[in-house]
T-cell receptor, first 114, second 109 residues
Framework: SAVISQKPSRDICQRGTSLTIQCQVD?????MFWYRQQPGQSLTLIAT?????????ESGFVIDKFPISRPNLTFSTLTVSNMSPEDSSIYLC???????????FGPGTRLTVL | QKEVEQNSGPLSVPEGAIASLNCTYS??????FFWYRQYSGKSPELIMS????GDKEDGRFTAQLNKASQYVSLLIRDSQPSDSATYLC?????????FGAGTRLTVKP
């Protein structure tokens, strides 16, 4: 399985500001995903990030609010823009390694918006 | 309509017992099935994958798949307090992977 790191691991932010979360993988992967998990809830897919193309967003998530970059096969960022307390959640990146159809998760970023 | 359904629990079993976790799915085109374990405050960790009907065993874990009934289960034998976690069922098609809401398991010493 891939080794995945995320930065920051946690942050407390003020309403109206933006936070960029980084996801780094130790090997090249085609598919990277960004999820949100609110306390006691399951995973909600925000978007799929493919290198060299625009991210594909799930219903209810828009690029203006959650811009994503995927500059190469080992790195992606998710920005949470103009934050409100409702954005308080754990944000997880995951990857699908070549030749396997399952996903491996990073450690997550715990975001609290005041 | 939920696509992957799990009993949210909590499911409580005594140490040493068998814990049985169940999952149903709606997409008959689903091809791959996974169980993830998520400890509180941690990210999901893949523990089992299964692709064909029948049973697949890995240590104390057994995954069971019945595609005709659209049902997948996870059995944990000789349950330990360290097995206490939320277990997520995931179902994949050619295009995506969907997660259930998870079942919270507590193993009591």
């Amino acid at each position: 399985s891939a080794v995945i790191s995320q930065k920051p691991s946690r942050d407390i932010c003020q309403r109206g500001t933006s936070l960029t979360i980084q996801c780094q993988v130790d090997s090249q992967v085609t598919m990277m995903f960004w999820y949100r998990q609110q306390p006691g809830q399951s995973l909600t897919l925000i978007a799929t990030a493919n290198q060299g193309s625009e991210a594909t967003y799930e219903s209810g998530f828009v690029i203006d609010k959650f811009p994503i970059s995927r500059p190469n096969l080992t790195f992606s960022t998710l920005t949470v823009s103009n934050m409100s307390p409702e954005d308080s959640s754990i944000y997880l990146c995951s990857v699908e390694t070549p030749g396997r159809d399952t996903q491996y998760f990073g450690p997550g970023t715990r975001l609290t918006v005041l | 309509q939920k696509e992957v359904e799990q009993n949210s629990g909590p499911l409580s079993v005594p140490e040493g017992a068998i814990a049985s976790l169940n999952c149903t799915y709606s997409d008959r085109g689903s091809q791959s099935f996974f169980w993830y374990r998520q400890y509180s405050g941690k990210s999901p960790e893949l523990i089992m994958s299964i692709y064909s009907n029948g049973d697949k065993e890995d240590g104390r874990f057994t995954a069971q798949l019945n595609k005709a009934s659209q049902y997948v289960s996870l059995l944990i034998r000789d349950s330990q307090p360290s097995d206490s976690a939320t277990y997520l069922c995931a179902v994949a098609t050619d295009n995506d992977m969907r997660f259930g809401a998870g079942t919270r398991l507590t193993v009591k010493p």
